[in-house]
């Protein structure tokens, strides 16, 4: 078992290296130039990136806080921005969120019993991110019109079924029931505004380095950033690398706005790797300052 995960990861490795090399390797583009002449764009890409960690890291912990199940996993929001940002990192390379979301685990809590009810709430905190991105994703994709109306409001409506027949549901297994009642009883507004603030902020990221290629401006430029930053949570890709610019390709209406989405996309990516390091390099530091004083 061990080893077919490790084939299937090397897999996806294998493909999202083709697929991007295939997409990019046509492209003319200077980095150099681009630095040059675009370096504001640059700035507003990390800036957005890290407030959008910003707003994901307090969806997480207000979550937590919200319950408070354990004193044992509440923690100040700078140890959340920290294992947040971590998880990123990883995320951005490796074939698989688990590993990154895993990572999380390796916080303060040293207590092996509390570990699951940990675990919990970093599988709630994705389900809430995915489930944001995820409508986000379906609204820009009828906007731009890769979906019609009527599949748009059947999506929606199913999703409104599905919730009243899951709160419905007596199940007396335990972890079905651990999970069942963030449905049941669901986080407070707040949490799902910081969840829309750090998906529109990521769309913004992107959207921003659109912009950075573009003379004249549409509003369909926004709805593109989010449906392509949509496309990063599709499953079997590291974090999105190679299916997101395979999707700029696909939705360009001319080989200059292929070019422009795929390079705006590229470039988003290495900024998310970069706005983390970041985060974590000064949360690390201040963390090591923190117990040094102390």
């Known amino acids: 078992m061990k080893l077919i995960k490790i084939l299937i990861s090397l897999l996806i490795i294998f493909l999202t290296i083709l697929l991007t090399y295939n997409l990019i390797k046509k492209l003319d583009f200077n980095f150099v130039d681009y630095l040059d002449s675009k370096y504001g764009f640059l700035f507003l890409t990390l800036f957005t990136q890290i407030i959008g960690i910003y707003f994901s890291s307090k969806r997480w ?40 979301d895993l990572s999380k685990l390796i916080s303060p809590n040293k207590s092996k019993n509390i570990k699951k009810t940990e675990l919990k709430y970093i599988f709630v905190d994705r389900i809430i991110g995915v489930f944001t991105l995820f409508n986000l994703g379906l609204i820009s994709s009828t906007y731009i019109g890769l979906i019609n109306l009527e599949i748009f409001i059947v999506v929606i409506l199913f999703q409104i079924v ?124 201040y963390n090591s300052r923190k117990i040094s004083k102390n």
């Open 61 to 100: 912990m207000n979550c937590v806080n919200y319950y408070a199940e354990s004193k044992k996993i509440i923690f100040s929001f700078t140890t959340y921005f920290y294992l947040n940002s971590r998880a990123n990192i990883i995320n951005n390379f490796l074939p698989s969120i688990i590993i990154g």
């Open 162 to 285: 599905a919730l009243f027949i899951v709160r419905s549901i007596k199940i007396n297994f335990l972890k079905i029931q651990s999970i069942l009642k963030f449905v049941k009883n669901p986080p407070p507004f707040g949490v799902f505004i910081y969840s829309f603030l750090s998906q529109i902020c990521f769309s913004l990221s992107l959207f921003f380095q659109i912009l950075a290629f573009k003379s004249i401006l549409y509003f369909n430029d926004l709805f593109i950033s989010i449906f392509l930053n949509f496309m990063g949570i599709v499953p079997f890709s590291i974090n999105g690398w190679g299916v997101r610019e395979w999707a700029a390709s696909q939705i360009s209406s001319s080989y200059l706005e292929q070019s422009n989405l795929i390079i705006s996309s590229i470039i988003f990516g290495i900024c998310f790797s970069l706005s983390n390091l970041l985060i974590y390099s000064y949360t690390f530091f």
